[in-house]
């Protein structure tokens, strides 16, 4: 029995230990969340307006005008940028967009060559034996906008070398603290149907702006000083800011992830501890009573003797 208490008392000291390591965890993944939270709230908007504008753009004007909105029916080959985290324990939060990557994958038409950004991207790419192309590390802890400026470069410069016909971008759209949602956006051409899709804003209504130029049938913009100039500039930046706030999306929902998987490995192990205690004081009651027990008995016999 006193075997039995010794192992029972290792048991809860180890799941202490244990819940001491997934609340600190916690609480620093909490702190992070806040930061990243504030970062992709602020830019959200500057995002949401550029991409509308682009929309409204592509909506009104003939996207043959650029070669970034002209829509390639025949695609040969696509370029995927996943993002994911570098580090685990954040519950369900890779293995989502890493399922979502591999489907997405499948029902391409042609090759498929993918940027991981993050570490555990970048691994489940290698296990499943598809075309790693580049892969960036220690990105999505702490986002910057010149970390994240190269692969948007590349991805531009490609696409427009004819390289791809299409890109993609998987990220995990940040609802809330307790949902996050893995997406994949067609970044590339800009004036493809499904490249419409809403960045940081699922389900979104239709721009307000982009509404009031259908109402007033408006067929084409004025630009200055020429369409190509101005697009020129505007499109690749464009771009640029997309990925820099899906990464900042993908940010915020691995520091939520995180928090919520370690605030419920904190929440199991005090529930195992208080199991675990309950055990050890029923065991240690038993041992009690099986010594009181025995020195009754004992003490019985040696005045039956004497």
Not at 52 to 66: A, E, G, L, N, R
Not at 136 to 150: K, Q
Not at 156 to 167: A, I, P, Q, R, S
């Amino acid at each position: 029995m006193a075997l039995q208490t010794r192992a029972i008392k290792r048991r809860i000291k180890s799941v202490q230990n244990t819940h001491k390591i997934t609340k600190a965890m916690e609480l620093v993944a909490a702190s992070k969340m806040r930061k990243a939270v504030q970062s992709v709230l602020g830019t959200r908007p500057f995002a949401q307006l550029a991409w509308d504008t682009v929309k409204t753009i592509s909506s009104v004007t003939d996207t043959s005008m650029h070669p970034l909105l002209r829509e390639r029916h025949d695609t040969k080959r696509t370029l995927l940028i996943l993002l994911t985290s570098d580090r685990g324990l954040a519950g369900g939060f890779n293995n989502s967009m890493i399922r979502l990557t591999l489907a997405e994958i499948a029902k391409q038409p042609g090759e498929v060559d993918i940027i991981a950004v993050g570490k555990r991207g970048a691994d489940a790419i290698k296990r499943s034996e598809k075309t790693l192309l580049a892969s960036f590390s220690d990105i999505t802890n702490n986002p910057r906008f010149e970390d994240v400026l190269p692969i948007g470069k590349l991805a531009v410069n490609e696409f427009l070398k004819g390289t791809y016909d299409k890109v993609l971008i998987g990220y995990t759209d940040f609802v809330s603290s307790i949902n996050q949602k893995p997406l994949m956006l067609e970044l590339l051409p800009l004036g493809a149907p499904e490249s419409m899709k809403e960045i940081g804003e699922v389900g979104k209504k239709e721009p307000r702006a982009l509404a009031e130029l259908r109402k007033a049938n408006v067929r084409e913009y004025l630009f200055e000083p020429d369409a190509k100039t101005v697009l020129d500039r505007l499109l690749p930046r464009l771009i640029e800011t997309m990925v820099y706030q899906a990464v900042l999306e993908s940010a915020a929902s691995e520091h939520s992830a995180r928090m919520m998987a370690m605030r419920n490995a904190s929440d199991a192990a005090t529930d195992m501890i208080d199991s675990l205690t309950l055990i050890y004081n029923q065991a240690r009651q038993a041992g009690i009573t099986q010594e009181i027990a025995e020195i009754s008995s004992g003490k019985a016999a040696l005045e039956q003797n004497s």
